[in-house]
């Protein structure tokens, strides 16, 4: 389980997260949702330890605040918005980072497993600064999977932390992504997900933070969460929720307003 209660973050003198309280559990793709500027990715950084904050983060029953740097890299593997390389690195060894990192130094063989994983057989050698932006978050979330490559570890959940994981992406490309993400929580992991795209999360997730202003609005299934009311509250504009039958969901800023 995750679970962050009364998480504050302050940047200066400002408070960029009021007394936050999130859960995540395994075998589940929980997202996190809200406009820009909301506290997504703060929220996501400190529960990754990344950022100094007020609350208590406990991960697997583990405060992440206490837990040693190689304790949390065997539970977790962390997918930020963007890395940056400034040295010329192969894809190849960009990706054995993650072996470095989690618990698999001595299964080589993960290297190709993971680039196959995320559809980029064959690009071992070639240079990471030499892809495309959407190719190189490809190979990011294939290091990430190759640090928690099985998703349970002696009966113990590992986690994905994904910081909009599809954004540079085409549309066959996001629905490969998010199909990892729910495969690895279907295996038991647990998946906690930062997204904007409102129709690739009802979609995939089975759970939904809605965060605004610092503060989370609401937090349940996707048909919980998707209302007019809460959507319109959060997102500042008139959001109608549609649906399409049989079933599904998709969402549409009908009238754009302050």
């Known amino acids: 389980m995750l679970s962050a209660t009364n998480i504050t973050v302050t940047f200066g003198r400002r408070d960029v997260l009021h007394d936050v309280s999130f859960n995540a559990a395994p075998g589940a793709l929980t997202a996190i949702v809200g406009p820009n500027g909301s506290g997504k990715t703060t929220l996501l950084k400190a529960m990754t330890a990344e950022v100094p904050h007020d609350g208590t983060v406990l991960l697997n029953g583990t405060d992440i605040d ?32 993650g072996l470095m990192n989690g618990t698999s130094g001595g299964s080589p063989h993960l290297v190709p497993a993971a680039l196959e994983r995320v559809g980029l057989s064959g690009y071992a050698a ?23 490559w099985e998703p349970t570890q002696k009966d113990t959940p590992r986690w994905l932390f994904l910081d909009e994981p599809v954004s540079a992406l085409d ?82 800023p009908h009238v754009a307003q302050a």
Not at 81 to 88: E, G, H, I, N, R
Not at 138 to 144: I, S, W
């Open 126 to 148: 070639r240079f990471y600064q030499e892809l495309s932006g959407g190719e190189q978050q490809r190979v990011q979330l294939a290091r990430v999977l190759a640090q928690v």
């Open 171 to 252: 549309i066959g490309h996001q629905l490969l992504v998010m199909q990892i993400a729910r495969d690895f929580a279907d295996a038991g992991g647990g998946v906690v997900a930062v997204m904007h795209d409102l129709n690739l999360t009802a979609m995939f997730a089975d759970d939904v933070a809605l965060i605004s202003d610092g503060r989370i609005l609401a937090q349940g299934s996707p048909e919980a969460v998707f209302t007019n009311s809460l959507l319109s509250q959060a997102y500042h504009c008139a959001v109608q929720v549609n649906t399409t039958p049989p079933s599904g969901t998709f969402l549409l």
């Open 66 to 97: 206490t837990a040693k740097p190689w304790q949390l890299a065997a539970m977790r593997g962390v997918l930020p918005q963007a890395t940056p390389l400034a040295f010329p690195f192969t894809v190849a060894e960009v990706v054995r980072l």
